[in-house]
Each structure stands twice: as structure tokens, then as C-alpha cells.
């Protein structure tokens, strides 16, 4: 399978990966760097985007988290997730490297950050997150300019293969 990168903001990117686009917003409740955002319910006008990294999965919280299942609502990831927890506030972040499968359709890894921020509870918690995924679309049109239907492969906090994969997104 062959690999596509995007020209984000008209600045051509490794083909292996992108450089890192901080997406940082100051919004009530979020911090800045990888955003991560405590109040996020899919009622709300906000929700964090994706964040482009070199690596997802070097020095992010992964603390376990499930991804029972997910749905693309308009330019939104849905998840609906389940962790331990229950005491606290926890943050959850999606990250991506922007590149992009050649596959019918294209494919994108998305990972899942989840940071327990100290919660020692043990209740089970299930609740829907909703993340923004316009960056991600707007790389994957610039990788395929005719393109009308992606693939998101959802990872998991500390998985190693997809955990859950996304209907197929058409733009």
C-alpha cells in the first residue's frame, strides 16, 4: 500500500508523516499543546479537534478507555466511550499523523488519548465524546483532491491495531 500526505496551509509535509500542527484554542475548560478538553458533550457548539503529531503515541496519556462505538455526525467524530473512573474529570484527545493509506477506500489512524487526571474511581463510566474532525478532512482533500470517501482506523488508548473502524466518511 502506498502512502499520500496532505499540503496543509500550502506547505508541502514528509511523506511520512506531517509536522506537528498545534491546535491549541482557548476555550473554557481546555488546555492548550495536545487539547485536551474535560467538558465535551455532543450537545455543545465546541469540540476539540484533532491534533496532527509526528508519533501519537509518544508521551500522551493512555490510561484504558474503550471505544464502544463511533459514528462521523457532519464534520464530528462521535465516540461512545467507557472507562473507570467516576471521582474526577477526565480529558480524552484524538491525534493523527495525516497520513493517509492508498486503499479503496483511503485510510487514516486516529488515536485515542485518555488521561484519568488522578481519578482513582472504579465505576464503570459510559458517555459519548464528540471530537472535531474538519483538519483531518481538509488534509485528506488536499492528498486527494478528487476524493470523496475515507476510512478512519480508531486506535484505542495503548492499542496496537484498530479497535474500532469508521463507517466510511463521504464528503
Request: charged share 25%; aromatic share 8%; net charge negative.
Amino acid at each position: 500500500m502506498g502512502r499520500r500526505t496532505a499540503r496543509l496551509f500550502g506547505v508541502r509535509k514528509d511523506t511520512m508523516s506531517l509536522a506537528v500542527l498545534s491546535i491549541s484554542l482557548a476555550v473554557a475548560g481546555c488546555g492548550g499543546g495536545v487539547e485536551y478538553c474535560e467538558t465535551n458533550s455532543i450537545t455543545e457548539d465546541y469540540a476539540p479537534g484533532v491534533v496532527f503529531v509526528d508519533d501519537p503515541v509518544v508521551d500522551l496519556p493512555a490510561d484504558p478507555a474503550t471505544i464502544e462505538s463511533a459514528a462521523v455526525r457532519g464534520d464530528r467524530l462521535v465516540l461512545a466511550l467507557a472507562y473507570e473512573g467516576g471521582d474526577g474529570p477526565h480529558a480524552f484527545a484524538l491525534s493523527t499523523t495525516g497520513v493517509f493509506r492508498d486503499a479503496d477506500p483511503p485510510e487514516a489512524d486516529v488515536y485515542l488519548q485518555h488521561d484519568r487526571q488522578g481519578d482513582e474511581g472504579r465505576e464503570v463510566v459510559r458517555e459519548d465524546r464528540a471530537f472535531d474532525i474538519w483538519g483531518l478532512k481538509a488534509a485528506y482533500l488536499r492528498a486527494y483532491p478528487d476524493g470523496t470517501r475515507l476510512l478512519l482506523r480508531l486506535y484505542a488508548p495503548g492499542a496496537s491495531q484498530p479497535s474500532k473502524t469508521v463507517s466510511v466518511y463521504k464528503f
